[in-house]
């Protein structure tokens, strides 16, 4: 189970990371239609690339929200795995906690 969390860390991080990049990404092509758009009411450009310009951020604004739920998603599956690793822990605890009772109580007896 520990190994389960420490995976999923490790997704989690890939998936915030890809978020960092695709809000790069994003920025970018933000940029690139107010050029566009300001091209396109001069004349400088069509009105098809400035469209295009507009589909890129959806895509990109798409490809960032997918990455940053997909992040969210890992994390509550992180707390799934430890509220099913808890009981599994408490469990060990008190086998330990009765191992170390009945040498106590053998040490007593001797």
Same mark, same amino acid.
Do not use: N
């Given at each position: 189970m520990n190994q389960e969390i420490a995976e999923q860390k490790l997704v989690i991080e890939q998936d915030r990371q890809q978020a960092a990049s695709d809000l790069a990404?994003?920025?970018?092509?933000?940029?690139?239609?107010?050029?566009?758009?300001?091209?396109?009411?001069?004349?400088?450009?069509?009105?098809?690339?400035d469209q295009q310009a507009q589909a890129d951020i959806r895509e990109k604004t798409a490809r960032h929200?997918?990455?940053?739920?997909? +992040?969210?998603? +890992?994390?509550?599956q992180i707390d799934v795995l430890e509220a099913q690793l808890a009981p599994a822990d408490a469990m060990l605890a008190q086998q330990? +906690?009765?191992?170390?009772?009945?040498?106590?109580?053998?040490?007593?007896?001797?």
């Open positions: 990404a994003l920025v970018y092509s933000q940029q690139d239609f107010q050029r566009y758009t300001k091209l396109a009411k001069d004349g400088g450009v069509s009105v098809q690339r929200d997918a990455a940053v739920i997909s +992040a969210s998603a +890992a994390e509550k330990q +906690a009765t191992e170390h009772q009945a040498e106590l109580d053998g040490a007593v007896g001797v």
